[in-house]
């Protein structure tokens, strides 16, 4: 499988950045998860677990 580091390193920085409690863009970051959702199926579920979670805020 061909992965998009672009998208990738994107959720990397995101999921780091939440972890230290740094500000972010959470419409982004739920965006960028659907996106790695919808491209590669081995990841959806926690993909989506990710943009649920930057939908609520929790």
Known sequence: MKYRWE???QMRDIL???IRGHHFDRE???RVALTLAEKFPDC???MGR???RMT???
Do not use: K, L, Y
Request: aromatic share 0%; hydrophobic share 35%.
């Open 16 to 18: 780091e950045a939440e």
């Open 28 to 30: 982004h970051a739920r």
């Open 44 to 46: 959806a579920q926690s």
């Open 56 to 58: 609520t805020g929790g």
């Open 50 to 52: 990710i943009a649920d």
């Open 7 to 9: 998208e990738i390193n």
